[in-house]
């Protein structure tokens, strides 16, 4: 399955939230929050958008910061649970559209601040559509995330490839759009899931483990069991990287 085909899937099931199991994880190490990080960045005159929004349940969660937000996505069954988050919460200063990071529908210097957490993104792009002096903002889960689980299903996201690898072509692209690095940083934080049935809702949802199969993969789920149930939950790692930028003026 594709990351476009998971993404259709869970968008119109949960579309990215998965606040319900993470109220009960347990997480040591991390070393920001996402949400209050950007709040430091925006103000109420700001334009902002967010490549990438799935359910726009982090975007919702900023707009009460900024003047406008415009959320994209390019999986029509998020954009539609982005909707109907939008519809519950009653903010009106939201807008989510369907569209594609490779080639966003805005005009050039339409935005003070664009964010991106855990979507694919294009440097250029970015560019294009942020004013002069902008701010872009993105967390991105790195090649260590959930390294134990990748080690025993001897596959997953970025399994294999060298620690940084993401992060440093990001960075030498975002410079080669004419970007200032302002913050580039990463955290290896401990991670306890509840009970394996969180962990498989967790696999089940994400692009964590391609073409995750309960039944096929019950002996990795089995060993993990086996090897990493703690009195705290079923222990792994979340590995997560940062990188601020500011756009140069011409
Ligand atoms: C892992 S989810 C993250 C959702 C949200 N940013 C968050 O952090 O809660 C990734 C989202 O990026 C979207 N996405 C992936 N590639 C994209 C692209 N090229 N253009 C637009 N959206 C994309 C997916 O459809 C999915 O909703």
């Known amino acids: 399955m594709s990351y476009k085909e998971l993404y259709d899937k869970v968008g119109s099931v949960i579309?990215?939230?998965?606040?319900d199991i993470a109220e009960r994880t347990k997480t040591l190490g991390e070393k920001w929050d996402y949400v209050d990080l950007v709040k430091k960045y925006v103000n109420k005159e700001a334009l902002l958008l967010d490549i990438?929004?799935?359910?726009?349940?982090?975007?919702?969660?900023?707009?009460p910061f900024v003047k406008e937000a415009k959320g994209i996505d390019n999986s029509e069954s998020m954009i539609k649970t982005a909707e109907k988050n939008l519809l519950k919460s009653r903010r009106s200063n939201v807008e989510f559209i369907l569209a594609d990071a490779r080639s966003l529908p805005f005009q050039n210097e339409s935005f003070d601040v664009v964010i991106c957490r855990h979507s694919e993104f294009y440097p250029n792009e970015v560019s294009r559509v942020l004013k002069p002096g902008g701010i872009f903002i993105t967390q991105q889960v790195g090649e260590k995330d959930k390294e134990n689980i990748k080690k025993i299903f001897g596959?997953?996201?970025?399994f294999g490839e060298p620690v940084g690898a993401l992060m440093n072509k990001y960075i030498k692209e975002l410079k080669n759009s004419g970007f200032k690095i302002l913050r580039e940083d990463s955290y290896n934080a401990?991670?306890?899931?509840?009970?394996?049935?969180?962990?498989?809702?967790?696999?089940?949802n994400t692009p964590i483990i391609p073409d995750f199969n309960i039944d096929k993969d019950s002996t990795f789920l089995r060993e993990i069991e086996e090897k990493y149930k703690t009195k705290e939950g079923i222990k792994t790692n979340s590995y997560r990287f940062l990188i601020i930028c500011k756009k140069l003026t011409a």
Request: proline share 0%; no cysteine; aromatic share 14%.
């Open 190 to 204: 401990v991670e306890y899931y509840a009970n394996m049935k969180d962990l498989i809702f967790l696999l089940k």
């Open 15 to 19: 579309g990215w939230d998965f606040s």
């Open 52 to 63: 990438g929004t799935g359910g726009g349940e982090i975007l919702l969660k900023i707009a």
């Open 155 to 158: 596959r997953g996201q970025s």
